[in-house]
């Protein structure tokens, strides 16, 4: 098919994406522009590799992400198109040049896993790990939900209030701390947040001057970096292995540079699933004392631990008030509740009260209360009992599947707890080139370079479980199977 206009892309290798997804997020932006309109015929996938000096490979996979978000659509013989079910945006581009001034906005973070992506039907979608909001108990729900709408109209409580939490969520939580992970906390040392990731950004807020290093581990969690990054931090990396984080390689850091904090996930490591080893724990909380640095321990996801009990946190120690220890109810309950908390001494904690009354004055408390009393009525551990259960078994069928279908491809040690699993790709396998071939069938996974800070290629994938049932298991690591085949 003859088209008469060039599609004019540019590839960085500043940019921090990778090269199929700068593709894709070009052309969605030449759509949104208008300069694409419905039913336009796109360039060939090998036309459009020559100009652009790329592999075809990597045109395909960001062709076949195009689609699965339906921005294009192919049709055999004919090509690819942009989507005829879209509105035409080029009347909207002309009024809005006409109309507006483009804002002084600071450029922001362009990592793909900070932008928000709506599901799409029939997409099995194995994500970094999140849970299964269908599990919920509904009716207990709606019952705490009542009964705290109730009881904080009544009481005359829904004005303004603590920017640290409602005292009966602080608690609640800070029982569940002394009690089940072996900390010694009151609620003064506690500030309630919206989700862990909150309390990641509250801790880099109050740690974090402009210029400050603070180090993460090499694969790690994308928006902690970011949080620390926006505050201003200069980001350094340290090596991992299968222990958990390389601590003479932390030392010899912390001789070169000043080290702010370190960020670590020692429980469940994100993305390798790794549990950092006691001895490894011990040497960390030396260094924090010896460098006089902060340790932010993130544990998101301490209660699914299948193999044996749950290590004790680094916060359970004697640590002199050097670890900031955040958690969340999310991963028990759903992600959209957005119930975390961040443990740490009672400055530390004001100073996070007076963060939180710049971003929204304070957290919703009905939702608060809500929770507080399921956690007082036994609901929430009896809510955790049953959805072990089912997270265990999906885990079990994992990787079974995974070792029947799969040995060919990848290796991976089960991991002990968590909600994902960590898979090697065997030499010769590029994981850019399955993660395209997935997309064609209907199954989305997490490359392991979008968790590196480095744009070195990682040949593994972040295998979330927790989200899909049985059936999508099976279906999902089949098709797997038949991207490593190429088929």
């Given at each position: 098919m003859l088209r008469s206009w060039s599609l004019k892309l540019t590839i960085t290798d500043t940019s921090g994406l990778?090269?199929?997804?700068?593709?894709?997020?070009?052309?969605?932006?030449?759509?949104?522009?208008?300069r694409l309109a419905p039913s336009t015929a796109m360039p060939g996938t090998r036309e459009l590799a020559e100009k652009l000096n790329v592999n075809r490979k990597?045109?395909?996979?960001?062709?076949?992400?195009?689609?699965?978000?339906?921005?294009?659509?192919?049709?055999?013989?004919?090509?690819?198109?942009?989507?005829?079910?879209?509105?035409?945006?080029?009347?909207?581009?002309?009024?809005?040049?006409?109309?507006?001034?483009?804002?002084?906005?600071?450029?922001?973070?362009?990592?793909?896993?900070?932008?928000?992506?709506?599901?799409?039907?029939?997409?099995i979608d194995f994500n970094d790990g999140i849970p299964d909001a269908r599990l919920i108990p509904f009716n207990i729900l709606s019952r705490a939900f009542r009964h705290a709408l109730i009881g904080s109209s009544k009481g005359k409580s829904l004005g303004y209030g603590d920017p640290r939490g409602t005292l009966a969520l602080r608690q609640s939580i800070a029982t569940?701390?002394?009690?089940?992970?072996?900390?010694?906390?009151?609620?003064?040392?506690?500030?309630?947040?919206?989700?862990?990731?909150?309390?990641?950004?509250?801790?880099?807020?109050?740690?974090?001057?402009?210029?400050?290093?603070?180090?993460?581990?090499?694969?790690?969690?994308?928006?902690?970096?970011?949080?620390?990054?926006?505050?201003?931090?200069?980001?350094?990396?340290?090596?991992?292995?299968?222990?958990?984080?390389?601590?003479?390689?932390?030392?010899k850091l912390c001789q070169q540079h000043p080290i702010r904090a370190i960020y670590v996930t020692p429980h469940h490591q994100f993305p390798t699933t790794v549990i950092m080893t006691a001895e490894r724990r011990l040497k960390l909380l030396m260094l924090a004392e010896q460098y006089d640095f902060t340790i932010v321990e993130d544990d998101y996801d301490h209660e699914f631990h299948f193999s044996y009990h749950p290590v004790f946190p680094l916060a359970s120690t004697n640590h002199g008030g050097r670890v900031i220890y955040v958690g969340s109810l999310s991963k028990v309950l759903a992600p959209g509740l957005r119930v975390g908390y961040l443990v740490a001494t009672p400055s530390l904690i004001d100073r996070c009260a007076?963060?939180?009354?710049?971003?929204?004055?304070?957290?919703?408390?009905?939702?608060?209360?809500?929770v507080a009393e399921l956690m007082?009525?036994?609901?929430?551990?009896?809510?955790?009992?049953?959805?072990f259960k089912v997270y265990n078994e999906r885990r079990n069928l994992l990787i079974a599947l995974i070792k029947k279908e799969l040995r060919e491809y990848v290796t991976f040690d089960a991991?002990?707890?968590?909600?994902?699993?960590w898979l090697r790709l065997k030499e010769g396998y590029d994981v850019e080139q399955v993660a395209g071939q997935a997309l064609k069938h209907h199954v989305r996974i997490l490359p392991g370079t979008l968790f590196s800070e480095t744009e070195q290629s990682v040949h593994a994938i972040r295998l979330g479980?927790?989200?899909?049932?049985?059936?999508?298991?099976?279906?999902?690591?089949l098709a797997l199977k038949t991207a490593f085949m190429g088929g």
């Open positions: 990778p090269v199929y997804l700068q593709i894709a997020q070009q052309i969605m932006e030449e759509i949104q522009r208008g990597t045109v395909i996979l960001a062709y076949d992400e195009l689609i699965a978000q339906g921005w294009l659509v192919s049709e055999q013989r004919r090509g690819s198109f942009v989507s005829a079910n879209l509105p035409n945006f080029s009347t909207q581009a002309q009024t809005s040049k006409s109309s507006h001034q483009p804002a002084n906005v600071v450029e922001g973070p362009t990592h793909p896993l900070l932008n928000y992506q709506s599901p799409v039907d029939g997409v569940m701390l002394n009690m089940e992970r072996g900390l010694s906390v009151d609620i003064d040392q506690i500030c309630i947040a919206r989700g862990s990731q909150m309390g990641i950004f509250l801790a880099a807020r109050v740690l974090t001057r402009p210029n400050d290093n603070i180090v993460v581990e090499q694969l790690s969690y994308p928006a902690a970096k970011e949080a620390f990054r926006s505050c201003g931090a200069n980001i350094l990396t340290v090596k991992q292995d299968k222990h958990g984080i390389d601590v003479v390689a932390l030392e007076q963060e939180v009354m710049l971003i929204d004055r304070q957290g919703n408390s009905i939702t608060e209360l809500a007082h009525s036994g609901e929430i551990k009896r809510h955790i009992r049953r959805t991991p002990d707890g968590g909600l994902a699993i479980f927790g989200s899909l049932t049985t059936a999508e298991l099976e279906k999902g690591v």
